[in-house]
């Protein structure tokens, strides 16, 4: 029982796009080996694209009952996409494509920096001050304490964490 | 029997295990409390910081979080009318209106009571039973496996209240999902495109990640400047007479909430609404009625919920199946520490079973101290700004998913999954069966390349097979009628049987 009374603004569309998904997989499914054997190894992906196919079918001719969405591609881009999650998507794709290149503590602090900034909307220095005390934590519990592999970039953390740990060691 | 108590007591005699579990139980807590922090969020973003840990410890921290969370969103449902957790969805109904009368910490100290009554309910019947479900459950023939993990899907789809086409759906498309890359029994390619980065498939835990921390943070964009409600704290502790009062609803409550726990994926959340339906049908005269703040509407889905923490297990531990979604990603970290959760692992692994039980005990006594503590402290961390924890728990994740397998690929895969789990979310469908789906993928197809190939390959032997079993009878029947109770007939029927009509708190919409 759908307990929505309108359709959402791009919900159609999107449930249509599922629907053309599901029945792209189900001839991809069909491809691995027919309808060759019931223990075929296409088989579970074939019944389980098949469920998806019947269903999304069902959700969009379900969809059309139902009243249209008010506002067009401007509802759309109030209620489901606004300006504020386009520009968070936008940020964390950025820090996904630079992860690698730049090291974590970089990324990590320009995209809490910005984010932070961003959606606070109040001036930089609380911003700045926060995100780099979030990148401390969690530098210090993760990398330091539960060893977990961060990628370095251009920092080159193993060498200073050694030369700290051997400045230590010295100093005892 | 000695070996049984020293595998019980494992986490309460190690500091180290000790400490674990108090410290997940005490972040499960505020997890759980933090609207748009999920529990099942905090569990899968844990998989990837913990993958390199001994086994012990990293099940000690998921188990606190697990019953410390499940408790934790009582507490903002009450203090704020904003459930942390699907789970306390139905507390906020009768707690919030007992804390606008300046009763916010009784009622969260009622809460904390009834909850650990439930937790411990739920733990006892885990211990009870489970051994039993295990030692009936190596006489399971692969139809029944195949039988029992299709009805999981099916119960998330039609129990949670939202539809029964996207639910199935959902669920599918998790299914589907497990099977990308080599098949284990042939090395056939599926779904891999000739990319041989997908040979060995989608990370589950990218796609969980995605699923529950990326697409729930998009999602709580929408409420950044939610204002916070100010409350009044004063007596915490309920008074005995209060206790006594309602310790039969609460107990009733509890073995609900485990049998509902106990069946394969579904949880608290239902648990804790179906809790709330029986107390406003058996209680006859409530002091205040329902709705306005009655206790008896705390008490019933805050038992529940916990007590279908223990219920939850027993699907898992003794069949491998998951009992809700944070099961379901638990059940991912025991893949990944090299357990393989079924009836296999009671007889091969009894340690894990008591060490387990030993552990949600040990969580529970935590919840009880830490739920009765630090509740002023708790109302100012639980304010914290959205702009703040948005971005770091999106941070968390990327870094959490890239420290699995060191990969970027699987930084890329989360990202999409929780860029179209957003969408899936906002347009309605359920992302637990997702995941559920995912985990049970390969059960499902190697059960049902088992069960078909020693039927050879007849799909009417396999139908006779199931009309001879009385347990495969049983599933198969429960199966028809989970489909059938979606249809109008269903509707109809049941209206003119009982004349009434159901009224569905959509958990998703939360």
């Given at each position: 029982?759908?307990?929505?009374?309108a359709?959402?603004p791009g919900?159609t569309?999107?449930?249509i796009?599922?629907?053309l998904?599901?029945?792209?997989l189900f001839?991809q499914a069909?491809k691995?080996?027919g309808f060759?054997?019931?223990s075929?190894p296409g088989?579970?992906?074939m019944?389980?694209?098949?469920?998806?196919?019947i269903?999304?079918?069902?959700?969009?001719?379900?969809?059309f009952s139902r009243?249209?969405?008010?506002?067009?591609?401007?509802?759309?881009?109030?209620q489901i996409l606004?300006?504020?999650l386009?520009?968070?998507c936008g940020?964390i794709?950025?820090?996904?494509?630079v992860?690698q290149k730049?090291?974590?503590?970089?990324?990590?602090l320009s995209?809490?920096f910005?984010?932070?900034?961003?959606l606070?909307?109040?001036g930089?220095?609380?911003?700045a001050?926060?995100a780099l005390l979030?990148v401390v934590v969690i530098?210090?519990?993760?990398?330091?304490i539960?060893?977990?592999i961060?990628?370095e970039g251009i920092?080159?953390?193993?060498?200073i964490?050694a030369?700290?740990?051997?400045?230590?060691?010295?100093a005892? | 029997m000695?070996?049984t108590?020293?595998?019980?007591?494992?986490?309460?005699?190690?500091?180290q295990?000790l400490?674990?579990?108090?410290?997940g139980?005490?972040a499960g807590?505020y997890?759980?409390?933090?609207?748009?922090?999920s529990?099942?969020?905090?569990?899968s973003i844990?998989?990837s910081?913990?993958?390199?840990?001994?086994?012990n410890?990293a099940?000690?921290l998921?188990?606190?979080?697990?019953m410390g969370?499940?408790?934790?969103g009582?507490r903002?449902?009450?203090l704020?009318n904003?459930p942390g957790?699907?789970?306390?969805?139905?507390?906020?109904?009768?707690?919030?209106?007992?804390?606008?009368?300046?009763?916010?910490g009784?009622?969260?100290?009622?809460s904390t009571?009834?909850?650990?009554?439930?937790?411990?309910?739920g733990?006892?019947?885990?211990?009870i039973?489970?051994?039993?479900v295990?030692e009936?459950?190596?006489?399971f023939q692969?139809?029944?496996?195949?039988?029992?993990?299709?009805?999981?899907?099916?119960?998330?789809?039609?129990?949670?209240?939202?539809?029964m086409?996207?639910?199935?759906?959902?669920?599918?498309?998790?299914?589907?999902?497990?099977?990308?890359g080599?098949?284990?029994?042939?090395?056939e390619?599926r779904?891999t495109?000739?990319?041989?980065d997908?040979m060995t498939g989608?990370?589950a835990?990218a796609i969980?990640i995605?699923m529950?921390?990326?697409?729930e943070?998009?999602?709580?964009m929408?409420y950044l400047n939610?204002p916070?409600?100010?409350?009044?704290l004063?007596?915490?502790?309920?008074?005995?007479?209060?206790?006594k009062?309602?310790?039969?609803?609460?107990?009733?409550?509890?073995a609900?909430?485990?049998f509902?726990?106990?069946?394969?994926?579904?949880?608290?959340?239902?648990?804790?609404l179906m809790?709330?339906?029986h107390?406003k049908r058996s209680?006859?005269?409530?002091?205040?009625?329902?709705?306005?703040g009655?206790k008896?509407?705390?008490?019933a889905?805050e038992?529940?919920?916990?007590?279908a923490v223990g219920?939850?297990?027993i699907?898992?531990?003794?069949?491998g199946?998951?009992?809700?979604a944070?099961t379901?990603?638990?059940v991912?970290?025991?893949?990944?520490?090299?357990?393989?959760?079924?009836?296999l692992?009671m007889?091969?692994?009894?340690e894990?079973?008591w060490?387990?039980?030993?552990n949600?005990?040990l969580?529970t006594?935590?919840m009880f101290i830490?739920?009765m503590?630090?509740i002023?402290?708790?109302?100012?961390?639980?304010?914290w700004?959205?702009?703040?924890?948005?971005?770091?728990i999106?941070l968390?994740s990327i870094v959490?998913?890239?420290a699995?397998?060191?990969?970027?690929t699987?930084?890329?895969?989360?990202?999409?999954f929780?860029?179209v789990?957003y969408?899936?979310?906002?347009?309605?469908?359920?992302?637990?069966p997702?995941?559920l789906g995912?985990?049970?993928?390969?059960?499902?197809?190697d059960?049902?390349?088992?069960a078909i190939i020693?039927?050879?390959?007849?799909?009417v032997?396999?139908?006779k097979?199931?009309?001879t079993?009385?347990?495969?009878?049983?599933l198969?029947?429960t199966?028809?009628f989970?489909?059938f109770?979606q249809t109008k007939?269903w509707?109809?029927?049941?209206a003119?049987v009982f004349?009434?009509?159901?009224?569905?708190i959509?958990p998703t919409?939360v």
């Open positions: 029982m759908d307990t929505t009374p359709r959402k919900e569309g999107f449930n796009l599922l629907l998904g599901s029945i792209f001839y069909y691995i080996a060759s054997a019931l075929s088989a579970i992906p019944a389980a694209s098949a469920t998806m196919v269903s999304a079918c069902i959700i969009v001719a379900k969809e009243p249209k969405a008010e506002g067009g591609a401007k509802a759309f881009f109030v606004p300006f504020t386009a520009v968070m940020l794709i950025l820090f996904a494509v992860l730049v090291g974590f503590i970089l990324t990590g995209f809490l910005f984010s932070i900034w961003f606070q909307k109040r930089p220095a609380s911003a001050l926060i979030c530098y210090v519990l993760f990398r330091l539960f060893q977990v961060l990628p920092i080159p953390e193993r060498d964490i030369s700290v740990k051997h400045w230590f060691a010295g005892k | 000695p070996e108590l020293q595998y019980f007591l494992m986490t309460w005699t190690q500091p295990l400490f674990l579990t108090a410290i139980t005490f807590i997890i759980g409390a933090i609207p748009g922090l529990v099942t969020m905090a569990v844990l998989i910081f913990t993958f390199s840990w001994e086994m410890n099940l000690a998921m188990a606190g979080i697990y969370g499940v408790y934790g009582s903002t449902a009450i704020l904003i957790a699907p789970a306390a969805i139905a507390t906020a109904l009768d707690g919030y209106p007992l804390a606008k009368k300046g009763l916010a009784e009622a969260i100290g009622l009571t009834v909850s650990t009554i439930g937790g411990f309910f733990i006892l019947i885990l211990a039973a489970a051994p039993f295990s009936f459950a190596i006489r692969p139809r029944d496996y195949l039988l029992l993990a299709v009805m999981g899907l099916l119960l998330v789809g039609s129990l949670s209240g939202g539809s086409a996207k639910g199935v759906f959902a669920g599918a498309l998790g299914v589907l999902l497990g099977t990308v080599l098949d284990p029994l042939t090395a390619e779904f495109f000739g990319y041989t997908l989608i990370s835990v969980m995605g529950f921390g990326v697409s943070a998009l999602d709580q929408h939610m916070g409600v100010k409350q009044r004063e007596r915490i502790v309920p008074s005995w007479k209060d206790v009062k309602h310790l039969p609803l609460g107990l009733r409550c509890s609900l909430g485990t509902i726990g106990a069946l394969p994926g579904t949880g608290g959340d239902i648990a804790a809790a709330y339906d107390a209680t006859k005269n409530p002091e205040v009625p329902f709705g306005e009655a008896e509407g705390i008490v889905p038992a529940a919920n916990n007590a219920g939850a297990y699907p898992m531990l003794t069949l199946i998951p009992g809700d944070v379901a990603v638990i991912g970290a025991m893949f990944v520490h090299g357990l393989n959760p079924g009836p692992l007889i091969e692994r009894p894990i079973f060490f387990t039980v030993g949600l005990t969580a006594i935590f830490f739920g503590t630090g002023k402290i708790f109302t100012k961390i639980v304010e700004p959205k702009a703040v924890l948005l971005p770091v999106l968390l959490g998913c890239y699995i397998n060191n990969s970027v699987d930084v890329w895969w989360m990202l999409g929780g860029i789990g969408f899936m979310k906002t347009y309605g469908y359920q992302l637990g997702v995941i995912l985990i049970l993928s390969r059960l499902i197809d059960n049902w390349r088992r020693s039927e050879q390959e007849s799909l032997g396999l139908f097979g199931i009309l079993s009385p347990l495969s009878l049983f198969f029947l199966i028809v989970l489909l109770s007939t509707t109809k029927l049941k003119r004349g009434r009509k159901d009224v569905n959509d919409q």
